[in-house]
């Protein structure tokens, strides 16, 4: 496998669980709108993944899945980071959620 394969990876990776934390955040705080495209987004990028993964079990690239599983956690990492941070300003900018939390936790 070359570097374009493990690019590939970590991009996926990158958009797989960047979108699964955002729709983590979504069904958090109600956000109903994005959920459609979240779940699209994640189904396409699981496929990716785990067909990659696949095929380098079957052809038994030992240092291709630890590559793999590096190239992974990058991606996956810096996903959940930007996921958050996207988040949090979306929040800001006056989100449902703020009303909800208010309404919630008096005081």
Same mark, same amino acid.
């Given at each position: 496998?070359?570097?374009?394969?493990?690019?590939? !990876?970590?991009?996926?990776? *990158?958009?797989?669980?960047?979108?699964?934390?955002?729709?983590?955040? +979504?069904?958090?705080? /109600?956000?109903?709108?994005?959920? @459609?495209?979240?779940?699209?987004?994640?189904? *396409?990028?699981?496929?990716?993944?785990?067909?990659? !993964?696949?095929?380098?079990?079957?052809? %038994? /690239?030992?240092? %291709?899945?630890? *590559?793999? !599983?590096?190239?992974?956690?990058? %991606?996956?990492?810096?996903?959940?980071?930007?996921?958050?941070?996207?988040?949090?300003?979306?929040?800001? +900018? %006056?989100?449902? /959620?703020?009303?909800?939390?208010?309404?919630?936790? @008096?005081?």
């Amino acid at each position: 496998m070359g570097v374009s394969h493990f690019l590939l !990876i970590l991009i996926t990776s *990158f958009a797989y669980i960047g979108t699964k934390a955002f729709q983590q955040l +979504n069904v958090m705080h /109600d956000y109903r709108k994005l959920v @459609p495209l979240c779940t699209t987004i994640m189904v *396409f990028c699981e496929v990716m993944i785990f067909g990659n !993964i696949a095929v380098e079990a079957v052809e %038994g /690239d030992i240092w %291709g899945l630890t *590559f793999t !599983i590096v190239a992974m956690s990058v %991606g996956a990492s810096s996903g959940a980071l930007l996921s958050m941070t996207m988040h949090k300003r979306m929040r800001k +900018n %006056g989100g449902k /959620d703020e009303r909800v939390r208010h309404r919630s936790h @008096p005081g």
